[in-house]
T-cell receptor, first 114, second 114 residues
Framework: NAGVTQTPKFQVLKTGQSMTLQCAQD?????MSWYRQDPGMGLRLIHY???????DQGEVPNGYNVSRSTTEDFPLRLLSAAPSQTSVYFC?????????????FGQGTRLTVV | AQSVTQPDIHITVSEGASLELRCNYS??????LFWYVQSPGQGLQLLLK??????LVQGIKGFEAEFKRSQSSFNLRKPSVHWSDAAEYFC????????????FGKGTHLIIQP
């Protein structure tokens, strides 16, 4: 039972570098999303996707891009990393957007931008 | 806009004692409410959820929560905590649109004393 898999688990970037956080799910879920978790802030939604080819912005989208070319994968791209993007990033998926479906979370990617 | 408040940043409880974690929400209509638990270095796991019906909901690991519309609250309870319950607990609300993701509280860090 792989569920939601995020890679890498840890990453250190220099300011201005780019990278992609990977997220894959094997549950054939339509809905996927990215959150960032900061101390004392809870989780905040960055971007989400309701299906392949469809993405939309969440609460804190600036500095991040996403794409959804397949149902399984939902990568998050940082085009030019900034120290403010130091955070723990969680990917989540659910069967659909209906409210009675459970969201499954990956184990997170801890990103430090120096 | 919807919001979630968890008034207690940290709570310390002795092993075997009862537990109540507070959650208050702000939303105009009937909310859809969730409690998640995050163990150190892990992703989030759903404990329980409320959509409608019986206002006392049972979850996993012996947790329960009660929805009180008059108090805009959804407090999490457990009659007797175990050392393995030490974790971060998040209350979350969904506005009903589903696709907009969950709005999380800032979390309550639970410490278990032996």
């Amino acid at each position: 039972n792989a569920g939601v898999t995020q890679t890498p688990k840890f990453q250190v970037l220099k300011t201005g570098q780019s990278m992609t956080l990977q997220c894959a799910q094997d549950m054939n879920h339509e809905y996927m999303s990215w959150y960032r978790q900061d101390p004392g802030m809870g989780l905040r939604l960055i971007h989400y996707s309701v299906g392949a080819g469809i993405t939309d912005q969440g609460e804190v989208p600036n500095g991040y891009n996403v794409s959804r070319s397949t149902t399984e994968d939902f990568p998050l791209r940082l085009l030019s990393a900034a120290p403010s993007q130091t955070s723990v990033y969680f990917c989540a998926s659910s069967r659909d957007t209906a409210l009675n479906t459970e969201a499954f979370f990956g184990q997170g990617t801890r990103l430090t931008v120096v | 806009a919807q919001s979630v408040t968890q008034p207690d940043i940290h709570i310390t409880v002795s092993e075997g004692a009862s537990l109540e974690l507070r959650c208050n929400y702000s939303y105009g209509a009937t909310p859809y409410l969730f409690w998640y638990v995050q163990s150190p270095g892990q992703g989030l796991q759903l404990l329980l959820k409320y959509f409608s019906g019986d206002t006392l909901v049972q979850g996993i690991k012996g947790f329960e929560a009660e929805f009180k519309r008059s108090q805009s609250s959804f407090n999490l309870r457990k009659p007797s905590v175990h050392w393995s319950d030490a974790a971060e607990y998040f209350c979350a609300v969904d506005s009903g649109g589903g696709a907009d993701g969950l709005t999380f509280g800032k979390g309550t860090h639970l410490i278990i004393q032996p």
